[in-house]
């Protein structure tokens, strides 16, 4: 009884998240791996142990296509995302002598998350469109004459699209792993004989990876998994793993396929994790 | 002595109103030991800065060994820095943060490895070439900041609060260290502390600065024993401030009336009769008298407060007009109970006249 009272605050703040964890990941991870192995079998599948789905998928030249290019855009949106964070986040950590501007700015990147996901995708719709802002403008500024269909409904849109989805992902790391560098590591690298763009390389870069490899995993992740994107502004060509995942689901009706496609997209996040994770820890170590 | 470092007319001002430097000038000979000493906010910091390029001054030049350095950036300067934190970098190991910036010097890879080696050798560490800075202690990251900057062998070498972060035990046993290592390198060091035992130990001159000024230059000898102002006297050392009044003066010596009695004092400018002084004295130039002693100077007072702190007694004396001063009795043997004076001993203190000193005007600080 006394045993009972004294462990049950542990019991119960353990308890609860393993609950948690157990209930709405493992649990549903299990199902989803044993779907894996099933068997498809009109109108519906039967449960077996047999590797043919991953067979499927790995010599369907359909599926290896498609997962290649979620893995391109990907690394696309995580590149245009890292080169327009840097050296915003740069500009805001050194450049940005105020305070109150550097909070707005800072604001200004991290408001639209609280803004509808679909929203964000859709305002590209009518930027890129046809008869949409760009369109608009270059004609306003003579520089094309007729509308052109190039900029939206390919694997450009989605890029684009995603980057400014996510992009907030890759600021926030590097803006704090770049406010983390002491000041006076600069002023020792200037001391030391080195200009500012030397300093950059040697100091500031090396010491921001901490931050960097965050966004990128991140952006990676969130880009890899991402399935509105496409079916907004993709084209023909712009089926990302997801949107196959979500047919296989939905009207294709082949749970095994879709489980599959699913397991082999979590290793490849969960392998991205960890990579990013140990990137992380060696610079955080000075183990360069 | 040639001038290495000269400052003409240097000022940082922020804003009107807020003042880092205000017109400095002053020469720094090569191979001295110059500290900058005072309080915070009162310059010393950016003083340094600006020496050392990171701060741009608002007025003034600053030459280094006869070139006018003022606008040029840290980088294009021959004078390096030790940083306060250090300022190691976390991501290279101590042989690469030492060798840091090397190549641009044009040093061969030869060459960079032996003077790597020599600098490490010099500051005792050569051993922790392959450490990162997060493996050694506060007093090794010292040396290696140390070394990184003298292995470029700069013209002057800053030194801002180096021994700050280390424990007393530690610092008082670096003050000697890097005074030997500054004789055997012969670079001019700067340096920039809050604390006057360790500008008193390591320097060969030392700048009193107050409020972006320089409120007394000279060796250490000087400062304490010859004070230019309160405000100096109070940094350097322990003095008790008495108000008095001069009661007859020539031009060396003056007598002042000061708690009840009078004193002699020597005295290095004219004092008018009857002007309000400020008496300056250090409790340990200050001895008791014996039984029928008798003195140049003597004041009469009772004990009120004796304070042990292991080198000797400090005893609190009341004088006549309630006023108190503090006299140092200094225990050579161990403290026998039967030797503290107790409180309410009547005594006679014996202060020489060349050890009063005689500040104008009333303000004690």
């Keep these: 009884m006394s045993a009972l009272r004294r462990h049950l605050p542990a019991v119960l703040v353990l308890g609860i998240p393993l609950a948690w964890i157990v209930l709405f990941m493992l649990l549903p991870y299990g199902i989803l791996a044993t779907y894996s192995f099933w068997l498809k079998k009109y109108p519906t599948f039967v449960p077996a142990f047999q590797f043919g789905n991953y067979l499927t998928l790995f010599t369907d030249p359909q599926y290896v296509l498609v997962l290649l290019r979620t893995i391109k855009i990907s690394l696309l949106v995580c590149l245009a995302s890292l080169l327009l964070a840097y050296p915003f986040a740069w500009f805001l950590v050194y450049r940005c002598r105020s305070a109150q501007i550097r909070t707005w700015l800072y604001m200004a990147v991290i408001a639209p998350l609280w803004i509808s996901y679909l929203l964000r995708a859709y305002i590209w719709k009518t930027i890129l469109g046809t008869e949409g802002v760009l369109n608009s403008f270059l004609i306003w500024a003579g520089i094309i004459e007729t509308p052109s269909s190039i900029f939206l409904y390919n694997q450009f849109s989605m890029v684009v699209t995603l980057t400014y989805i996510f992009i907030p992902f890759m600021v926030m790391p590097i803006y704090t792993a770049l406010e983390k560098i002491p000041a006076n590591l600069n002023e020792a690298s200037a001391d030391l004989g080195l200009g500012p763009w030397r300093s950059f390389w040697r100091v500031t870069v090396p010491l921001s990876m901490p931050g960097v490899a965050a966004g990128f995993t991140l952006t990676f992740c969130l880009s890899f998994g991402d399935f509105v994107a496409p079916f907004l502004v993709g084209g023909p060509d712009g089926n990302l793993i997801a949107n196959v995942i979500t047919t296989q689901f939905g009207s294709a009706l082949n749970w095994p396929l879709g489980s599959a496609l699913s397991v082999v997209m979590l290793v490849v996040v969960l392998g991205v994790v960890s990579l990013g994770d140990r990137v992380e820890r060696r610079s955080a170590a000075g183990g360069f | ?365």
């Design chain 2, 1 to 365: 002595m040639t001038a290495i470092i000269e400052l003409d007319h240097l000022s940082k001002h922020y804003s009107p109103a807020i003042i880092g430097v205000d017109d400095i000038s002053l020469s720094v000979g090569d191979g001295e030991f110059l500290t900058l000493l005072g309080p915070s906010g009162c310059g010393k910091s950016t003083l340094l800065r600006m020496i050392g390029g990171f701060e741009e001054p608002t007025a003034g030049t600053i030459r280094l060994a006869g070139q006018d350095v003022t606008a040029l950036p840290p980088y294009r300067r021959a004078i390096n820095m030790v940083f306060q934190d250090y300022a190691l970098f976390p991501h290279m190991t101590v042989g690469r943060n030492v060798a840091y910036g090397l190549k641009l010097l044009g040093c061969s890879e030869l060459e960079i490895r032996t003077r790597v080696y020599d600098a490490l050798k010099l500051v005792g560490l050569y051993d922790k070439l392959k450490l990162y800075p997060h493996q050694l202690s506060g007093g090794q990251r010292q040396r290696i900041a140390l070394a990184r900057a003298i292995v470029r062998r700069p013209k002057v070498l800053l030194l801002d609060e180096p021994l700050s972060a280390l424990d007393a035990k530690l610092r008082e046993q670096m003050q000697t260290e890097l005074k030997r290592l500054q004789e055997k390198v012969g670079i001019t060091f700067i340096m920039v502390t809050h604390d006057q035992t360790e500008a008193l130990v390591m320097s060969d001159q030392i700048v009193v600065m107050e409020k972006g000024r320089i409120a007394q230059k000279g060796t250490p000898q000087q400062l304490y024993d010859h004070p230019a102002s309160i405000y100096v006297a109070n940094f350097i050392g322990t003095t008790t401030f008495l108000p008095g009044a001069v009661e007859a003066a020539d031009q060396t010596t003056a007598r002042i009336a000061l708690g009840g009695g009078e004193i002699a004092a020597n005295i290095d400018r004219p004092f008018a009769r009857g002007e309000r002084v400020t008496i300056g004295l250090r409790p340990e130039k200050i001895r008791i008298l014996a039984e029928g002693e008798t003195a140049a100077n003597v004041l009469a007072g009772r004990v009120s407060e004796v304070i042990y702190y292991g080198l000797g007694l400090r005893l609190g004396v009341t004088l006549a007009d309630g006023s108190r001063i503090f006299a140092d009795l200094l225990l050579p043997d161990t403290l026998a109970r039967s030797q503290v004076p107790p409180v309410g001993l009547a005594v006679r203190l014996a202060v020489a006249p060349h050890n009063v000193f005689v500040f104008a005007g009333e303000e004690a600080a």
